[in-house]
C-alpha cells in the first residue's frame, strides 16, 4: 500500500534554531497537512495545504511556521525559532479527496532544548 | 475553537468483553471519521461517516453517526488483545478542517 514518508525520524535543536520537517506525500494526492501531537494527547490540526497554497490554518500555525512543497513531491514544515513549546510529534498527511480518509506518516518527533 | 469531544479518555476492559466511545460536537458535521493509533503509531484511518444516522460495520465494530449528525459512536464487540491502542473520531466542520477529538485508549487484558 502507498505510504506517507517522513524524514528525519527524530530531530534533536536548541531552542532558536531553525527546523525543517520533511514529507513526502502519495504520489496522486493532491491535499496535505500538518498535525502535532504533544506526548499523550490530542492531534492537533497545523495547516492543510492545496494547489501550492494553504486551505486552512489553526491558531497554532503562526508566523513562525511556515510550509512548501518546492518540487512535485516534497512538502516541508519550517520552523523558524523554535519553542520549547513546540516540542512534539509532529505528523504529515495526505488525502486524495479534502479532507476525506487522511494517510498520515510515521511522524518526526521534534524535541526543543 | 471548534471542538469535538471525545469520552471516555482511557478505558480497560477484560478481553472478551465489549468496549464504546462516544463522540460529540455542538456543531453540526459534514462528516465524521475514525482513526486509530496504535502504541508509538501513527494515526490510520478506519472508517468514514457522512449521512445522519449512518450504521457501518467491520467486523466486530460498529461505528454510528448520530440523526442530528453531532454525534458519533464506535462500538467494538467481544474485544482482543489486538484492539488496544487510542481511538480517535475526527469531525469535520463545513469548509473547514478536520479536527481530531482528544482519543480513548483502550487496554485489554487477557
Known amino acids: 500500500e502507498p505510504e506517507v514518508t517522513q524524514t528525519p525520524s527524530h530531530q534533536v535543536t536548541q531552542m532558536g534554531q531553525e527546523v525543517i520537517l520533511r514529507c513526502v506525500p502519495i504520489s496522486n494526492h493532491l491535499y496535505f497537512y500538518w498535525y502535532r501531537q504533544i506526548l499523550g494527547q490530542k492531534v492537533e490540526f497545523l495547516v492543510s495545504?492545496?494547489?501550492?497554497?494553504?486551505?486552512?490554518k489553526s491558531e497554532i500555525f503562526d508566523d513562525q511556521f511556515s510550509v512548501e512543497r518546492p518540487d512535485g513531491s516534497n512538502f516541508t514544515l519550517k520552523i523558524r525559532s523554535t519553542k520549547l513549546e513546540d516540542s512534539a510529534m509532529y505528523f504529515c498527511?495526505?488525502?486524495?479527496?479534502?479532507?476525506?480518509?487522511?494517510?498520515f506518516g510515521s511522524g518526526t518527533q521534534l524535541s526543543v532544548l | 475553537g471548534q471542538q469535538v469531544m471525545q469520552i471516555p479518555q482511557y478505558q480497560h476492559v477484560q478481553e472478551g468483553e465489549d468496549f464504546t466511545t462516544y463522540c460529540n460536537s455542538s456543531t453540526t458535521l459534514s462528516n465524521i471519521q475514525w482513526y486509530k493509533q496504535r502504541p508509538g503509531g501513527h494515526p490510520v484511518f478506519l472508517i468514514q461517516?457522512?449521512?445522519?444516522?449512518e450504521v457501518k460495520k467491520q467486523k466486530r465494530l460498529t461505528f454510528q453517526f448520530g440523526e442530528a449528525k453531532k454525534n458519533s459512536s464506535l462500538h467494538i464487540t467481544a474485544t482482543q488483545t489486538t484492539d488496544v491502542g487510542t481511538y480517535f473520531c475526527?469531525?469535520?466542520?463545513?469548509?473547514?478542517?478536520?479536527?481530531f477529538g482528544k482519543g480513548t485508549t483502550l487496554s485489554v487484558s487477557s
Open positions: 495545504f492545496y494547489n501550492n497554497e494553504i486551505s486552512e
Open positions: 498527511a495526505s488525502s486524495g479527496l479534502q479532507n476525506e480518509k487522511l494517510f
Open positions: 475526527a469531525g469535520l466542520i463545513y469548509g473547514t478542517a478536520l479536527i
Open positions: 461517516l457522512v449521512k445522519s444516522g
